[in-house]
């Protein structure tokens, strides 16, 4: 079974940067959408970057100018650069993969949390 592997989270003063990372534990050459979504104590799940297999990339306002998602050009891995970091940021950050065989994948979850 495929599974997903965050890595990358921690704690960072408001304003800082951290870099997120998301592996399969196996390749994958069906990937149509990678994402990750953030979810903070008592709050929903909430989508933070999309990127599609023909590159098309999407923000919610929240995060626009701020975050940059990406991957790796075999498409194994997945990144999220999140900069200038804010204490509404803090929440455990989801990597989210669509596979056209293995369906929906979920990472474990990596923790960020902004704090001066």
């Known amino acids: 079974q495929v599974h997903l592997v965050e890595s990358g989270g921690g704690l960072v003063q408001p304003g800082g940067s951290l870099r997120l990372s998301c592996q399969a534990s196996e390749r994958l050459t069906d990937i149509y959408v990678m994402a990750w979504y953030r979810q903070a104590p008592g709050k929903q799940r909430e989508l933070v970057a999309a990127i599609t297999d023909v590159d098309t990339i999407n923000y919610p306002d929240s995060v626009k100018g701020r975050f940059t998602i990406s991957r790796d050009n075999a498409k194994t891995t997945c990144y999220l650069d999140l900069n200038n970091l804010k204490p509404e940021d803090t929440a455990d950050y989801y990597c989210?993969?669509?596979?056209?065989?293995?369906?929906?994948?979920w990472g474990q979850g990596t923790q960020v949390t902004v704090s001066s």
């Open positions: 989210h993969w669509q596979s056209v065989v293995a369906g929906s994948l």
